[in-house]
């Protein structure tokens, strides 16, 4: 067991509330601790499905799996569950803005030179280009 995964007596109280995989005859279902703690690891990380440490099995089986489960509401009965049996109070989960990394330009960057050059060519254009008395401008005179 890794850091951070569910211990058994978590597992004891969440395994019944998750639905049973059916696997096919060429597939079996892989065991559901394997791919919740998988599901974990990534939100707990932050990390793209990709990245998700291999001993959890493939990340697609697992990403599937979430998406599936979110779906078909396995998610809201789960905390419903957990909240009515007193094991949480948490009824919303909010993810904390300093731990979420944005691109560069949504931080409001500055672009490298030639963007200025490009920004600053745009802005005497249109200096240029606007007329000197604005139509708005004209119908508040005549009034």
């Keep these: 067991m890794a ?3 569910l211990t058994d ?8 509330l998750l639905p049973s995989e059916r696997g096919r005859k060429a597939r079996p279902s892989h065991d559901n601790r ?10 707990r990380a ?3 499905w990709r990245d998700m440490h291999e001993r959890y099995g493939k ?3 697992v990403y599937v799996r979430f998406r599936r489960w979110a779906e078909q509401g396995i998610w809201d009965a789960l905390l419903e569950t957990l909240v009515e049996l007193g094991l949480t109070g948490d009824w919303q989960h909010m993810i904390d803005s300093t731990t979420v990394r944005g691109h560069s330009q949504a931080a409001g960057a500055k672009g490298g ?3 200025r050059a490009l ?10 280009s606007t007329p000197a008395q604005t139509v708005r401008g004209a119908l508040l005179a005549s009034c």
């Design 59 to 61: 990340w697609n089986s």
């Design 119 to 128: 920004v600053e060519a745009a802005a005497a254009l249109r200096r240029r």
């Design 34 to 43: 394997q791919f919740l703690d998988g599901m974990l690891f990534v939100l």
């Design 113 to 115: 030179s030639v963007r």
């Design 3 to 5: 850091r951070g995964d």
């Design 46 to 48: 932050g990390c793209p």
């Design 9 to 16: 007596a978590e597992w004891s109280v969440i395994g019944v």
